[in-house]
Structure formats: structure tokens, C-alpha cells
């Protein structure tokens, strides 16, 4: 069992900064795989990062590329979104996701919501213009 909680999300300007955290409680953390998707109102979950359990690879949606980092402490069992450079188009609900199943690199699998199989219960993140 994996059990996950974001903070770290507010209200920003357009142009401004914010670290997002997923704490994450269980054994399972330091193999699994992890995601971050967002949802906008009206709008289905959009995929915006992924690492793998070693930290060792990222992956990132074209939106995001270059503004996003996602990184992760296994020792704190936590995984982070540094997000830079923030637009009015990145308000949503930040959500992070683990996938416990065997420790595998797929990002074309990992784009999908349906591959994660732990979900923590979001924090708002609204840009201002």
C-alpha cells in the first residue's frame, strides 16, 4: 500500500514559482514509479511529468518541457514539481501518482493515467495574468 499527499500548490502570478511535494507513506515508494498529472475544470487528467524509482530518468509533456522539473528523495520517501515560469494555462489540480507495479522505464506507458495504480487527492494550483 502506498498512500500520497501533494502540497505545496497557491496562488501565483503569471511568471512565478512553485514547488510542489508528494509525500509518500509505504515500503513501495523507493521501486515505484512516479507521475504527475493535472486537471483543469471541464477537463480530463493531463500527463505533466514522470521519474523513475531511481531518479535516474525524467520525462515531460511538451507543455511543461524546459519550465517543470521533477525530482525525488528516496530517503524522504517524497517527490517534488519545481515549477517555473508559471501561465495562466497551468491552473489545475496537481496531482502525483505511483505506479508500484515492477520497477520498469516507459514513458509512452507512463503518459497514461490508467498505468498508476496510487493517487493522492491533489493540490490547487492557480496562475494569475
Known amino acids: 500500500q502506498v498512500q500520497l499527499v501533494e502540497s505545496g500548490g497557491g496562488l501565483v502570478q503569471a511568471g512565478g514559482s512553485l514547488r510542489l511535494s508528494c509525500a509518500a507513506s509505504?515500503?513501495?515508494?523507493?521501486?515505484?514509479?512516479m507521475g504527475w498529472f493535472r486537471q483543469a475544470p471541464g477537463k480530463e487528467h493531463e500527463f505533466v511529468a514522470v521519474?523513475?524509482?531511481?531518479?535516474?530518468?525524467?520525462y515531460y509533456a511538451d507543455s511543461v518541457k524546459g519550465r517543470f522539473t521533477i525530482s525525488r528523495d528516496n530517503a524522504k520517501n517524497t517527490v517534488y514539481l519545481q515549477m517555473n515560469s508559471l501561465k495562466p494555462e497551468d491552473t489545475a489540480v496537481y496531482y502525483c501518482a505511483a505506479d508500484t507495479g515492477a520497477p520498469s522505464w516507459a514513458p509512452s506507458r507512463h503518459k497514461s493515467k490508467d498505468t498508476y495504480n496510487y493517487w493522492g487527492q491533489g493540490t490547487q494550483v492557480t496562475v494569475s495574468s
Open positions: 521519474i523513475s524509482w531511481s531518479g535516474g530518468w525524467t
Open positions: 509505504g515500503r513501495l515508494f523507493s521501486t515505484a514509479t
